[in-house]
């Protein structure tokens, strides 16, 4: 489908439902695309499950998506930060779930979603609490002599991502480590939402930079 | 004497060969980078998506783009690049870092490492990228005090910390001494400011004195 060009954030979060599972891309703040979080808030979607590598930085962004009651349940890899704050209270209250995943699993589960792929092998976590789901221990295998836990994908109905520039096509391009999770969050959810710095011509964009191809994005919006 | 956070740094530099590929957790290990060779050809990695990581940025120049894993404002060097979560992260499962350094609660005798929680019911768990350091970096290296706060050995027959990785630890550095991890149990490298006996009857793991002891 052709990437919609939106006018305003507003337009761009439009039909986001209760209940859906979003996908946060940034690293801390870096990529986090802070603007579209923000419509968000105003759309007032709750019930949400949120997939983003950290819990909250400060009082903005995701952290402000938190702080309104928005979110049941948090997959990331790393909530505990010196400025957590907003997470910190919430879980010590037992108002939000946590589901820990390292890094790279986070990473990789989002991959496999986005690729087609049913499930995985991987060395990670082997012999440790995280090799462990709420349901017990998850399977694991030993394939040449090395043992491996099965990991499944992680579907995102909705992801919200903040990348560098987009065409109107709706290629993407990003800059520096704020890329992070947004080119795996792209494949890997229903509806992708990118906000950007700026929206330029078709053909302004070199074909072999373009990160995120435009059959990934749904939805752009500068900020 | 025993050695200061920066001389155990200095060691784990001298130990890094020229031309690796080497990621530094958050914290003390951050300090290596301070004391590798300015022509040693190694490559930074960071978790975040990027090689080739340059020092801090300088205050006023901060460009927050640009973070390392503990999300501070970094610098880029020449010939650096980025790259996606999945791929960073391919980087260390697929075997093709050289070295990474993390700190440590525990390590055991056996190379189990502990460094991600504390275990305790009030404390919220957070583990980033070290399970996937730790069974991903071709050798581990640990930076960590050989003692706690009460006393109590740091390297010990069994983590009773939440463990972050088995078998992984190839060799820690501490303020007293220098371990290596191998098939055939601890190996005692160098000490400072204290004997091999004296090492030995503080820990109530089995070591070996290095072949030049």
Known sequence: MITAICETTAEAVAGIEDGSTVLIGGFGMAGMPVELIDALIVQGATDLTVVSNNAGNGDAGLAALLAMG?????????????????????????????????????????????????????????????????????????????????????????????????????????????????????????????????????????????????????????? | MTLTKQEMAQLVARDIAPGSFVNLGIGQPTMVADFLEPGSGVVLHTENGMLNMGPAAREGEEDWDLTNAGKEPVTELPGAAYFHHADSFAMMRGGHLDVCVLGAFQVSAGGDLANWHTGAPDAIPAVGGAMDLAIGAKSVFVMMSLFAKDGSPKLVPACTYPLTGVGCVDRVYTEHAVFDIGPSGVTVRETFGLSYDELADRLDVELRPHASH
Not at chain 1, 190 to 215: F, K, R
């Open chain 1, 70 to 223: 928005r979110v049941r349940k948090v997959i990331c890899s790393f909530p505990r930060q010196s400025d957590s704050w907003v997470f910190d209270r919430l879980y010590r209250a037992g108002e939000v779930e946590l589901e820990l995943v390292p890094q790279g699993n986070l990473a990789e589960r989002m991959r496999a979603a986005g690729a087609g792929i049913g499930a995985f092998f991987c060395p990670t976590a082997v012999g440790t609490p995280l090799a462990a789901g709420p349901d017990g221990p998850k399977e694991t295998r030993e394939i040449d002599g090395r043992t491996y836990v099965l990991e499944y994908p992680i579907h995102g109905d909705v992801a919200l991502i903040g990348a560098h520039r987009a065409d109107r096509m709706g290629n993407l391009v990003y800059r520096k480590t704020a890329r992070n999770f947004g080119p795996v969050m792209a494949t890997a959810a229903a509806t992708v939402i990118a906000q950007v710095h700026e929206v330029v011509e078709v053909g302004e964009i070199d074909p072999e930079t373009v990160v995120t191809p435009s059959i990934y994005v749904d939805r752009v919006v500068a900020v």
